[in-house]
């Protein structure tokens, strides 16, 4: 397995103002990570990528992206060895949260990272995911697998913690993947135009990302929904739809006057059927000739 390097940094999106509306987002945060206990210690690199890795990361955005994109992928392995059963979505979810900032600065104070005294969580973040990408340009190919079996006994405890979590939710994200299909279905029976879905991000990348989703049904914008994903931000917008969306589109009496036509329909094809076809005539049959 190799892991090759990005030659430049990662493309830069506009940053909408986008204001975090309730999703799950945060599900992960109601277990302290300090009360869960790891396996802390650090792997062994050599005094000269120290010295690029730990001097200055937040002025290295290259170095930083790349450990993010690592840590993806390292935890993507760890998830598909651990539950191997589990769907797509509720992988997702859980390689959002574990490779968070939250999880990520967590992880950078507790193998001691040199962090700045006035670092915040985002500076600790990303400086062990500049070690991470340090460890990568370390070492060789031959050796990347001790490195798996690190990442992978000291994020172990923090994945079974999480996954306990996202198991008693309930999985809040796949319970919201109704709302969509519901309504397109609410469009195409008020013989509506369907639903169309504009997206937004607020520029950000991993763990902090949010993306807004607006519900537009023919000019008019009639619901918005904010998550860290798109397919989520588009469930809670439908969500929010279905909620401020009248339940009936037709009047009342149109109603009524609809299901007395059908009545009258039914009625009529009841009397035919009584009734039966008619006789049909016979043909004439030709006569025989006389030898």
Known sequence: MSFILPTGPPPQAPVPVIVPATSSKLWYTVAPLS???????????????????????????LLTWSGHGLAMM?????????????????????????????????LSNALGLPVPSDGNEKVCADLFEAYLAGISQDITLAN???????????????????????SQQGAPRQALATYTSRLM????????????????????????????????????????????????????????????????????????????????????AKMSKSVGPEAAPTAPQPKSEQP
């Open 35 to 61: 009360a869960i206990p790891l396996q802390v210690s650090r792997y062994p690199m050599s005094s000269l990528m120290e010295g690029i890795v730990f001097s200055v990361p937040q002025q290295n955005p």
């Open 74 to 106: 390292l935890c993507s392995q760890q998830i598909a060895a651990m539950f191997p059963g589990l769907s797509t979505v509720a992988a997702t979810d859980l390689r959002t949260a574990l490779t968070s900032k939250h999880v990520h600065s967590h």
């Open 144 to 166: 990347f697998q001790d490195l798996y079996n690190w990442y992978y006994a000291l994020l172990a405890p923090i994945v079974t913690t999480y996954f306990s979590i996202y």
């Open 185 to 268: 279905e609410y469009a195409a029976k008020n013989k509506l135009e369907s639903p169309q879905f504009r997206y937004e991000s607020n520029g950000k990348q991993g763990g902090d990302i949010l993306w807004a989703c607006e519900v537009i049904l023919g000019e008019n914008t009639v619901a918005r929904g904010v998550a860290t994903s798109k397919a989520e931000a588009k469930h809670q917008a439908s969500m929010q739809a279905l909620n401020v969306l009248p339940k009936t589109r037709d009047d009342p009496r149109t109603q009524e006057q609809r299901r007395a036509r059908k009545q009258l329909y039914r009625e009529r």
